[in-house]
Nanobody
C-alpha cells in the first residue's frame, strides 16, 4: 500500500514536500514514481527513483525544480517541489510497478499498477 501526504495550497513561487509512505512489499520494489493528474488531463510522469542504483528521472516540466528522494529506514519516498506555478496544480500520486521495473526516463503510467489515493496540490495566489 502507498499513502501520499503533504499536499495543500501554496502561492506561486512557493515550495511543498510530498511524502509517499509504503507498506508491505511495495517499498522493496525497485522503482517508485510520482505522477500527477490535472483536471481533464491524463496522468503525467513527474519523477522516479530506482532503488538498485539510486538513479532518478524527471519529466521535462519539473526538471530543475523538483527533487525525489527516499528514506529506506522510514520506507518513504519524498518529492521536494520548488518554484511552484499554477501549471503544477494537480492531484499527485505515487506508484510502483513490478519488482524489477526500472525507470530509465520519465515514468510512464502504463508501467505502474499499484497507486496511492493521491494528494491535492493547488498553486494559487
Amino acid at each position: 500500500q502507498l499513502v501520499e501526504s503533504g499536499g495543500g495550497l501554496v502561492q506561486p513561487g512557493g515550495s511543498l514536500t510530498l511524502s509517499c509512505e509504503a507498506s508491505g512489499t511495495a517499498f522493496d520494489y525497485n522503482a517508485i514514481a510520482w505522477f500527477r493528474q490535472a483536471p481533464g488531463k491524463e496522468h503525467e510522469g513527474v519523477s522516479c527513483i530506482n532503488r538498485s542504483d539510486g538513479t532518478t528521472t524527471y519529466g521535462d516540466s519539473v526538471k530543475g525544480r523538483f527533487t525525489i528522494s527516499r528514506d529506506n529506514a522510514k520506507k518513504t519516498v519524498y518529492l521536494q517541489m520548488n518554484s511552484l506555478n499554477a501549471e503544477d496544480t494537480a492531484v499527485y500520486y505515487c506508484a510502483t510497478g513490478g519488482p524489477m521495473l526500472y525507470c530509465d526516463g520519465p515514468p510512464k503510467a502504463g508501467d505502474f499498477d499499484s497507486w496511492g489515493q493521491g494528494t491535492q496540490v493547488t498553486v494559487s495566489s
